[in-house]
Nanobody
Framework: QVQLVESGGGLVQTGGSLRLSCAASRSVVSINAMGWYRQAPGKQRELVAVTSNRGTTYADSVKDRFTISRDNAKDTVYLQMNSLKPEDTAVYYC?????????????WGQGTQVTVSS
């Protein structure tokens, strides 16, 4: 029903920056939470940053370098990534918890590759 469309991934050198964006494909009743997870080769998927009206959570490994923001009018979430390191290399997945009139569901983007070279 709802698709999350991601953009902004790519290849960057150590110390560089990227900004990821993710937008819902259609209007919804409510987006309760929106954020980003990532999965590196040989690793489990981990939370990067999630935001809601109740607050924002960052992984310890990115707290001093990444910033998550939302444009509620456009149902869009951004992840500004600065001072990138090779260990940030992963597939980044947009996440949203979206409510309709009668239920709430989790949605995931297809993933966008971020590669940080040394």
């Amino acid at each position: 029903q709802v698709q999350l469309v991601e953009s902004g991934g790519g290849l960057v050198q150590t110390g560089g920056s990227l900004r990821l964006s993710c937008a819902a494909s259609r209007s919804v009743v409510s987006i309760n939470a929106m954020g980003w997870y990532r999965q590196a080769p040989g690793k489990q998927r981990e939370l990067v940053a999630v935001t809601s009206n109740r607050g924002t959570t960052y992984a310890d490994s990115v707290k001093d370098r990444f910033t998550i923001s939302r444009d509620n009018a456009k149902d869009t979430v951004y992840l500004q990534m600065n001072s990138l390191k090779p260990e940030d290399t992963a597939v980044y997945y947009c996440y949203a918890r979206i409510s309709t009139a009668y239920r709430s569901d989790d949605y995931w983007g297809q993933g966008t590759q971020v590669t940080v070279s040394s």
